[in-house]
C-alpha cells in the first residue's frame, strides 16, 4: 500500500473502532474479525476497482455488480454513476438495506466523492462479516479525470498508455457524448486551452432496497 493510503486507512480505522464502542445499538459490535485481524485485513485485502473496470463492466452490462452511492441524497439526486442506489454512509446498516450489503450473488461497489467514505463503509462491512464488497479507486472525482475527461498522452508514450486512452475515449462517448472527448483533446493532446466538460447526461437511478433513505 502507499503511504497516504496507509495513513488514510489508519484514520478510518480508527473511527471505525470508535463507532463500534460506542455505538447504542449495538449494531456495529460483530466480533467476526477482531481489531488486529482487521488491521491486517484491510493491508493484504484487494478492495480497489478501478473507474477503468468499473467503466467497462458497466459497458458491457454486467449484472452482477451494484454500485452503491454513500453519499447524501441531494448529492446523489444531482448525479450519480448508471443504475447506482443511494445508501448515505450514515444509513449504512440500516436493517432495510441489510438484504443488499449482506449477500455473496454480487458485487458491491461504494463510492463517494473520493475513497474516503467507501473505505469507511468496506472497514464496517468487513468487520460485520459482509462479503463482495469493493471500493471505487478515486471516487467520483478520479472517475471523471479518467472516464469522463480522459486527457490524451504525451506523443512519446508508450503503445499501452495511447490503448488505454482510446477505451477512455469510448467510454467517456459511452457516458457523457463525444462532444467531451472532442473538446478537450481538439488540440492534438494539447489541453492548455481545454474547456470544463459538461455534467454528465443523466442516467437512469435505483431507489435502495427498502424505498431508499429520506
Known sequence: MKRNEIIIVAILLIGSFWAFTLDDNNRYRNETYTPCE????????DKFITPDELAKRIMNNDPSIVLIDLREKKEFEIYSLPNAINIPIKNLLDDQFNPVLNQNTYTNVFFSNSSDLASKAWMICTRMGFKNNYILQGGLNLWAENILRPTAPKQTAVNAEFVKYNFRRAASAYFVGSSVVDENNGNNGNN?????????ASKKKKDAAGGGCN
Open 38 to 45: 482487521l488491521v491486517d485485513l484491510t493491508a493484504k485485502a
Open 192 to 200: 492548455e486551452n481545454k474547456t470544463a466538460a459538461p455534467a454528465p
